[in-house]
């Protein structure tokens, strides 16, 4: 962080360009996962489509299930199962944000990720 003042920050993050909003998209690793791979891993990934995730903060919170989709634009997170009803009664997905989540179990079909949790 350059400057204390709150508008350069909130400018820096909305003119942030993708590589560094994917690092801002990041959700902390869950106790167990964090303790099996503490020299290995940092204590937040930034999260992918495929990742169990838990929702810690708001409405949803203790709820479990699969990332559908990230935005990396905004930092939200759509969540398998999380939905909200519209007036016209219809369900949409509940975008949520990456910091209020938990990563609970890595999707490993990546060999980037797979080989770091092995070493």
């Given at each position: 962080?350059?400057?204390?003042?709150?508008?350069?920050?909130?400018?820096?993050?909305?003119?942030a360009?993708?590589?560094?909003?994917?690092?801002?998209?990041?959700?902390?690793?869950?106790p167990?996962?964090?303790?099996?791979?503490?020299?290995?891993?940092?204590?937040?990934?930034?999260?992918?489509?495929?990742?169990?995730?838990?929702?810690?903060?708001?409405?949803?919170?203790?709820?479990?299930?699969?990332?559908?989709?990230?935005?990396?634009?905004?930092?939200?997170?759509?969540?398998?199962?999380?939905?909200?009803?519209?007036?016209?009664?219809?369900?949409?997905?509940?975008?949520?944000h990456?910091?209020?989540?938990?990563?609970?179990?890595?999707?490993?079909?990546?060999?980037?990720?797979?080989?770091?949790?092995?070493?």
């Amino acid at each position: 962080m350059v400057s204390t003042r709150p508008r350069v920050q909130r400018k820096r993050a909305a003119e942030a360009p993708l590589h560094r909003r994917r690092i801002a998209a990041s959700s902390h690793l869950s106790p167990a996962m964090h303790e099996k791979s503490k020299a290995r891993l940092p204590r937040a990934l930034p999260v992918r489509k495929g990742d169990t995730v838990r929702v810690m903060r708001g409405t949803f919170r203790g709820r479990e299930g699969k990332v559908v989709s990230v935005d990396r634009v905004d930092g939200s997170v759509v969540v398998e199962g999380i939905t909200i009803e519209k007036t016209d009664e219809k369900k949409v997905p509940r975008p949520i944000h990456a910091s209020n989540l938990m990563i609970t179990k890595l999707d490993d079909t990546d060999p980037w990720r797979r080989k770091k949790l092995q070493e």
